[in-house]
């Protein structure tokens, strides 16, 4: 729901720390104006809205295509599988497909997502299209010069790359955000991706805690895709990506989904995920399925003044409402279903 204003009392997670309270959540022209103490016994649970950190939307239409091989065969451009198909698909099913994984993140609570756009400067404005009229916003990093109409630049591995070093300085001087996958099968490139002093990060599945350091020094976001690291076969345990690790080294972490063409674009299972098999504390899972939001230049942490961007959830429409801890439950169960109303802002 898009509404502007707005009254809601439940069991809200409150503030970065999203501890569990009984609140009335006041929303006046799109803004958190009020978080009052609420004495009844709250029905609803209340939630922030979800932010995909990582994503690539356009292959959608290669969803569970029957392929075999690893990150190079699949996904590394310009050759890997997924760039032949995209480079094959009329743009009008490349848009349906993309507008269908947006309405799914948008029912399963997400209010926004970072997109590693292919396609040049047509293929940012088919996202564009996807995306429009919905209450999921995008941000949009481009290449082979999408990144001029995008938000930013999102580079595949410097390894892959030439020329990286220009295309940063290019971006950077048109005032565009700068993202880099690195790490994702080995450490090697993640230096020479630090040194452009990007604004996020994309996996560091292999990073060296000397790495993980440095970004946390520079306050470098990290977005992590504990699943399609798996589906790829770069982790096979809880190892990588050092998700622990990078908590203890002081990283900041959002949680991103990755290739739309075998991960399904649903933040509720990328946090079942990394709680069954990182065992992270859920506090820690759910503000990295939150705190994205800041490459919108927002957060949507529940705070007085924040932009209104939450999760009305309904326990008693399924067995949750016995939880004894909702934001575990959450974290490890949270379903579309249970998902009664979106108070999203799209200013
Ligand atoms: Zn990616």
Same mark, same amino acid.
């Given at each position: 729901?898009?509404?502007?204003?707005?009254?809601?009392?439940?069991?809200?997670?409150?503030?970065?720390?999203?501890?569990?309270?009984?609140?009335?959540?006041?929303?006046?022209?799109?803004?958190?104006?009020?978080?009052?103490?609420?004495?009844?016994?709250?029905?609803?649970?209340?939630?922030?809205?979800?932010?995909?950190?990582?994503?690539?939307?356009?292959?959608?239409?290669?969803?569970?295509?029957?392929?075999r091989?690893?990150?190079?065969? %699949?996904?590394?451009? +310009? /050759?890997? *599988?997924? @760039?032949?198909?995209? &480079?094959?698909?009329?743009?009008?099913?490349?848009? !349906?497909?993309?507008?269908?994984?947006?309405?799914?993140?948008?029912?399963?609570g997400?209010?926004g997502?970072?997109?590693?756009?292919?396609?040049?400067?047509?293929?940012?404005?088919?996202?564009?299209?996807?995306?429009?009229?919905?209450?999921?916003?995008?941000?949009?990093?481009?290449?082979?010069?999408?990144?001029?109409?995008?938000?930013?630049?999102?580079?595949s591995?410097?390894?892959?790359?030439?020329?990286?070093?220009?295309?940063?300085?290019?971006?950077?001087?048109?005032?565009?955000?700068?993202?880099?996958?690195?790490?994702?099968?080995?450490?090697?490139?993640?230096?020479?991706? %630090?040194?452009?002093? +990007? /604004?996020? *990060?994309? @996996?560091?599945?292999? &990073?060296?805690?000397?790495?993980?350091?440095?970004? !946390?020094d520079?306050?470098?976001?990290?977005?992590?895709?504990?699943?399609?690291?798996w589906?790829?076969?770069?982790?096979?345990?809880?190892?990588?990506?050092?998700?622990?690790?990078?908590?203890?080294?002081?990283?900041?972490?959002?949680?991103?989904?990755?290739?739309?063409?075998?991960?399904?674009?649903?933040?509720?299972?990328?946090?079942?995920?990394?709680?069954?098999?990182y065992?992270?504390?859920?506090?820690?899972?759910?503000?990295?399925?939150?705190?994205?939001?800041?490459?919108?230049?927002?957060?949507?942490?529940?705070?007085?003044?924040?932009?209104?961007?939450?999760?009305?959830?309904?326990?008693?429409?399924?067995?949750?409402c016995?939880?004894?801890?909702?934001?575990?439950?959450?974290?490890?169960?949270?379903? !579309?279903?249970?998902?009664?109303?979106?108070?999203?802002t799209?200013k």
């Open positions: 729901m898009p509404a502007s204003s707005c009254t809601v009392t439940g069991l809200a997670l409150i503030g970065e720390e999203m501890e569990a309270e009984p609140v009335r959540i006041t929303v006046e022209d799109g803004i958190i104006v009020s978080l009052e103490p609420f004495s009844g016994r709250p029905e609803r649970w209340i939630c922030p809205a979800f932010f995909n950190a990582h994503t690539h939307l356009g292959d959608t239409v290669a969803m569970d295509i029957p392929a091989g690893g990150l190079a065969e %699949l996904v590394r451009p +310009p /050759d890997g *599988l997924k @760039h032949r198909i995209l &480079a094959s698909t009329p743009r009008a099913d490349l848009v !349906a497909g993309m507008r269908a994984s947006i309405d799914v993140m948008l029912a399963t997400t209010m997502f970072a997109d590693f756009r292919e396609g040049g400067a047509v293929g940012v404005a088919a996202l564009r299209e996807a995306a429009a009229g919905l209450p999921c916003r995008p941000v949009i990093f481009g290449r082979d010069g999408g990144e001029r109409e995008a938000d930013g630049i999102g580079i591995s410097v390894r892959d790359v030439e020329h990286a070093e220009a295309l940063v300085a290019e971006a950077r001087r048109l005032g565009r955000l700068v993202a880099l996958h690195a790490g994702e099968r080995d450490p090697s490139d993640v230096d020479d991706a %630090l040194s452009f002093e +990007p /604004d996020l *990060l994309v @996996h560091c599945t292999h &990073a060296t805690d000397r790495q993980l350091r440095a970004c !946390a520079a306050d470098i976001p990290i977005a992590v895709c504990p699943r399609s690291n589906v790829l076969g770069v982790a096979a345990s809880a190892a990588h990506p050092p998700l622990q690790r990078m908590l203890d080294l002081g990283c900041r972490l959002f949680l991103g989904t990755d290739n739309v063409m075998f991960v399904q674009p649903e933040i509720p299972q990328e946090m079942a995920f990394a709680a069954t098999v065992r992270l504390p859920p506090a820690e899972i759910l503000r990295a399925a939150v705190s994205g939001s800041a490459l919108l230049g927002r957060s949507s942490v529940l705070e007085e003044g924040n932009f209104a961007n939450f999760l009305v959830i309904n326990p008693n429409k399924s067995n949750i016995f939880s004894r801890d909702p934001r575990t439950t959450i974290v490890k169960r949270i379903h !579309a279903s249970a998902i009664e109303q979106k108070v999203l799209l």
